[in-house]
């Protein structure tokens, strides 16, 4: 069975860094016809994705918010990690991982449940 | 950047009724990378279409897609009670590499 688990701190201040974790299973990392993203989605509002790992460790970024995002793998643990710099109240969202499958034409097949994240001081 | 416009933004329908979903996009979008994405309060999305018109795992036939080059189309032929949700699409190709719709809310008229 595959599933993703996003993990992570509830609430952070206001410029601090956020750091997430999803843990994978039931599939590899370094399965070249897989790759992991995150998304996110505020309140309310509609799913914004940020930032894509691939099996060769090649990454892609959401160009509004490259500047402050670094994605990151460790095979043997099955995690991907998200950092997220000077975060700001309008960063409070539920952050999902999800897994992009060639099979599926790169479409999110598998999603974790998902962390909601607070911004406020 | 490709940017993609759901209309409506809220479709009020009756159960058993057909729904028709838009979505387009502000460039030709790959019809392989074009998917529709079901959400229901408190949950994750769930994948429907991939490749505009191939329906994923255990996805009833009622939801087809269709569509190519920057318009493209979701339509369930009949609404169940559980359809009631908010629909997104998504496309995958140009930088930045994946991009989704703002959604249309289908509610219960």
């Known amino acids: 069975q595959v599933t993703l688990k996003e993990s992570g701190p509830v609430l952070v201040k206001p410029t601090e860094t956020l750091t997430l974790t999803c843990t994978v299973s039931?599939?590899?990392?370094?399965?070249?016809?897989?790759?992991v993203s995150w998304i996110r989605q505020p309140p309310g509002k509609a799913l914004e994705w940020l930032a894509h790992?691939?099996?060769?460790?090649?990454?892609s970024y959401s160009t509004s918010l490259k500047s402050r995002l670094t994605i990151s793998k460790d095979t043997s643990k099955s995690q991907v990690v998200l950092t997220m710099t000077n975060m700001d109240p309008v960063d409070t969202a539920t952050y999902y991982c999800?897994?992009?499958?060639?099979?599926?034409?790169?479409?999110?097949?598998?999603w974790g449940q998902g962390t909601m994240v607070t911004v406020s001081s | 950047e490709i940017v993609l416009t759901q209309s409506p933004g809220t479709l009020s329908l009756s159960p058993g009724e057909r729904a028709t979903l838009s979505c387009r996009a502000s460039?030709?979008?790959?019809?392989?990378?074009l998917a529709w994405y079901q959400q229901k309060p408190g949950q994750a999305p769930r994948l429907l279409i991939y490749g505009a018109s191939s329906r994923a795992t255990g996805i009833p036939d009622r939801f087809s897609g269709s569509g190519s080059g920057t318009d493209f189309t979701l339509t369930i032929s009949r609404l169940e009670p559980e359809d009631f949700a908010v629909y997104y699409c998504q496309q995958y190709g140009s930088s930045p590499a994946w991009t989704f719709g703002q959604g249309t809310k289908v509610e219960i008229k």
């Open positions: 039931g599939f590899s990392l370094s399965n070249a016809r897989m790759g």
């Open positions: 999800a897994r992009a499958y060639s099979r599926t034409s790169r479409a999110f097949d598998i």
């Open positions: 790992i691939f099996s060769n460790d090649e990454k």
């Open positions: 460039q030709s979008v790959s019809s392989s990378y």
